[in-house]
């Protein structure tokens, strides 16, 4: 595809920008949790390795060659793997507390979903073979 590598920049630059938006919301405690901030539980910064990540994704979409998007699609999935993790651990009712989900949980798991697409279709019309 002529512009899956320009399109998975894309996606990752909304993937960091989806780790500030509400991920989840705790009703009992009155927390907001997003991807980069979690005040009064135990989940850290979950959105921190979407970003870690994102910088390595973007860096191999843009290097046009072969080995470097063979690497990116096993980056791509380990972040889609950090990503359902997330959605999981951050949507599970815990002792009679149910979470709320926020749209940004889905979001960052569809963005997720997109560059890992993206990383399956690299334009190797651009690849310079030796």
Avoid at 93 to 106: A, D, H, N, Q, R
Avoid at 107 to 117: K, T, Y
Wanted: glycine residues 8%.
């Amino acid at each position: 595809m002529k512009y899956s590598q320009t399109i998975g920049c894309i996606l990752v630059l909304l993937l960091a920008g989806a780790c500030y938006l509400p991920w989840s919301f705790i009703p009992d405690r009155n927390i907001l949790v997003t991807g980069m901030e979690a005040p009064g539980t135990m989940y850290g910064k979950p959105g921190l390795m979407h970003i870690v990540l994102g910088v390595v994704l973007l860096l191999f979409f843009i290097i046009p060659k072969i080995w470097a998007k063979r690497i990116n699609v096993f980056i791509s999935a380990i972040n889609l793997a950090w990503s359902i993790r997330n959605f999981m651990l951050l949507s599970t009712c815990y002792m009679g507390e149910c979470p709320e989900k926020k749209m940004g949980l889905y979001v960052e798991l569809l963005l997720s979903i997109g560059i890992l697409i993206m990383t399956f279709l690299p334009d190797l019309r651009r690849i310079e073979k030796k």
